[in-house]
């Protein structure tokens, strides 16, 4: 199974309106964690905070790329200038290093990179 990487965008929209996709991947422990998600998301107040962070803290985590391999990243596929901040193409630099990961984003410029390297995941229409 396809390993997916949900931004922080799509656990927040999650957290506004149940997304059942989401819950569906869940369910099939597809969704990976990355600790700069995570980050973003303990900055945040989702609901029920300590569980949920403790919940997601305990997904199937990312490998992780370092700082070193996402500034080479950027350098070499010329990102700076796109409107994607290092959280962002951090994300995307541990999806491209993971086999067959993909990523899940609702950010626009995020998801224009992901389709760029052929790691978008698109969720199915119901």
Known sequence: MTPILV???VWVDHFRA????LVSLLGMDRVMMHPMVL???ACGT????????RD?????QMPQANLR?????????????LGCGLVDLSLLASTLMTPGAELWTLDRRLGDLAQRFGVTYRPPIH
Do not use: K, M
């Not at 989702?46 to 962070?53: E, I, K, M, V, W």
């Not at 997601?56 to 199937?60: H, T």
């Not at 391999?69 to 200038?81: D, S, T």
């Open 7 to 9: 931004d922080t965008s």
């Open 18 to 21: 149940h997304n059942t996709g």
């Open 39 to 41: 980050g973003e998301l």
């Open 56 to 60: 997601l803290g305990r997904l199937q």
């Open 46 to 53: 989702p609901p029920s905070r300590t569980q949920t962070l």
């Open 69 to 81: 391999e996402v500034l080479a990243f950027i350098e070499q596929e010329r990102l700076f200038g």
